[in-house]
């Protein structure tokens, strides 16, 4: 179980530090291939996301 204090704790932190944060939620990961959806279809440079 996630502890969304604590991420959204980080989140500020890393705002504070870097001034820009990209939060990235994945799909539900049964089948193992939504991960590569995802890079396939390019959403980190769609999104200007320059670091991870």
């Known amino acids: 179980m996630y502890d969304t204090r604590r991420t959204s704790e980080l989140v500020a932190d ?5 001034g820009s944060v990209a939060v990235i939620f994945q799909p539900a990961e049964e089948s ?3 991960g590569e959806a ?4 390019r959403m980190i ?3 200007g996301i320059k670091e991870v």
């Open 14 to 18: 890393m705002l504070r530090e870097v």
């Open 32 to 34: 193992g291939t939504v």
């Open 38 to 41: 995802m890079i396939k279809d």
């Open 45 to 47: 440079e769609r999104f």
